[in-house]
């Protein structure tokens, strides 16, 4: 994987924050964490929990094992950060982890209800199966991160998932395409929620996986 200067990891997830704000992915108290790759084993990580005015200097510098190398980390944040690592640890290709509370998606998790495949958009970010909801323990405990990791090694084909009564991790090549990928679950939570008054969402057949993804290969669309 190629190097990423730390400032410019910075500044893209500044803007990442900026388009979460911009695009109401964060609840009412602005909470989120967002982090990126700057080399096969360090990362950038926001080092508080409120994101809406956030600048270079409000970031740390962390292997992927954890240590960190730059920067004091709030407590809040130092608690979750295992959080993070356990993802670029185990998906080589993650450029970006980020963890907020958007409305409908954390809706989802606070019914510990999967997110199904309802929506064709997701498909084209590699989704081919429902978002699980891992069960409830304390955010950034061991038994939540082996959670996490379970999904991250034995589900290849998820990008997200949902922590029961909490909120939603979601992972991806960057910043902006994370962060894209969250606003589509957003989406399809929201229309999911707003299908019910109608009779109730509908899945996709089994063969959308497929039919989507040969699509994109033959008009060479990553999305």
């Known amino acids: 994987m190629r190097s990423i200067h730390p400032n410019e990891a910075k500044q893209e997830l500044i803007k990442t924050a900026h388009y979460l704000a911009e695009h109401g992915l964060l ?4 909470h989120a964490n967002l ?10 990580m926001t080092k508080g929990g409120n994101i809406a005015n956030l600048n270079i200097d409000d970031f740390a510098l962390l292997t992927t094992t954890g240590q960190i190398l730059e920067g004091d980390m709030d407590p809040v944040m130092a608690e979750i950060v295992d959080m993070h690592v356990s993802i670029y640890q ?3 290709s993650c450029g970006a982890v980020i963890h907020t509370h958007a409305a409908h998606v ?5 019914a510990q209800k999967s997110i199904p495949l309802v929506y064709e958009p997701l498909l084209r970010f590699g989704l081919t199966e429902s978002v699980p909801v891992i069960s ?3 955010r950034g405990s061991k ?3 082996e959670k996490i990791r379970d999904i991250a090694q ?9 922590m029961a009564n909490h909120g939603v991790l979601v992972f991806g090549e960057d910043p902006m395409t994370t962060a894209a990928l969250l ?10 929620i707003m299908a019910q008054s109608l009779g109730g969402a509908k899945l996709l057949p089994e063969r959308a996986v497929q039919e989507v993804t040969e699509r994109m290969q033959m008009f060479g669309s990553k999305h």
């Open 183 to 192: 606003g589509t679950l957003e989406e399809a939570c929201e229309l999911y």
């Open 143 to 145: 038994a939540s991160v």
């Open 27 to 30: 609840f009412r108290g602005n």
């Open 90 to 92: 185990l998906r080589p």
């Open 106 to 110: 954390t809706a989802f998790s606070v």
């Open 35 to 44: 982090s990126a790759r700057i080399a096969d084993d360090k990362i950038v």
């Open 154 to 162: 034995h589900h290849p084909g998820l990008p997200a998932v949902l």
């Open 136 to 138: 409830w323990a304390p």
